[in-house]
């Protein structure tokens, strides 16, 4: 069965620092898609990243990383230099590729970023 | 392009109350999900349709039903509405094009039932 999940419920820091949001998952396909999505506190789901299972690239898009590691099946969201906006809970989705792309999401962790 | 747009954005119903919610996709995708999302959860899938004619029934159908005779369209129809039901409703929309997954979702609908 596929499962993802978000071992970290709520995390807070102050701003200026770096964080990382784990994402364990668990999937039988070889093929699969992963994403990152941010929900504010106005409840509308922001899509962040997708990354597919054969690319094991790490990105890099402003204050935001991933790292994708198939060997641990992780994949981990870094914010450097947190900033308040950042506060909100960000949701880790996996993908199968049956023909169906139903996404499977994580439980959520809650980052609270304070001034 | 709209995007994915749901209606109503805030609702409250009786217990065996019925209701509708509506969602509409201008984006010509084929695949269509309604989610639902509890208090301090991660969303889960209701039903989904990779067409028009043809749904199917994801992680926690009960209680619902939905239909899509059209493209376009992919509304999600509660019969007796009962306090288990209080949530938030997202409704996405994809297409397989160059593999591509991405879900586009709607702006959610609040539900609650008393």
């Known amino acids: 069965a596929q499962k993802v999940t978000q071992a970290q419920t709520e995390i807070s820091v102050v701003e200026k620092e770096d964080v990382t949001l784990d994402c364990v998952y668990e999937?039988?396909?070889?093929?699969?898609?992963l994403f990152w999505y941010k929900q504010p506190p106005s409840g509308e789901l922001v899509f962040l990243i997708r990354r597919n299972s054969f690319d094991e690239q790490n990105e890099i898009s402003g204050r935001y990383s991933w790292n994708f590691q198939k060997s641990t099946s992780s994949f981990n969201f870094t914010i450097t230099a947190s900033q308040v906006v950042d506060s909100a809970v960000y949701f880790c989705a996996l993908s199968e590729t049956s023909n169906t792309g139903k996404l499977i999401f994580g439980q959520g962790t809650t980052l609270q970023v304070k001034p | 392009n709209a995007g994915v747009t749901q209606t109503p954005k805030f609702r409250i119903l009786k217990i065996g109350q019925s209701m509708t919610l509506q969602c509409t996709q201008d984006m010509n995708h084929n695949y269509m999900y309604w989610y639902r999302q509890d208090p301090g959860m991660g969303l889960k899938l209701i039903y989904y349709?990779?067409?028009?004619?043809?749904?199917d029934k994801g992680e926690v159908p009960n209680g619902y039903n939905v239909s899509r005779s059209t493209t376009e369209d992919f509304p999600l129809r509660l019969e007796l509405a009962a306090p288990s039901q209080t949530s938030v409703y997202f409704c996405?929309?994809?297409?397989?094009?160059?593999?591509?997954?991405?879900?586009?979702f709607g702006p959610g609908t609040r539900l609650t039932v008393l």
């Open positions: 999937t039988r396909d070889t093929t699969y898609y």
């Open positions: 349709s990779v067409g028009a004619g043809i749904t």
């Open positions: 996405a929309s994809t297409t397989r094009t160059s593999g591509n997954w991405g879900q586009y």
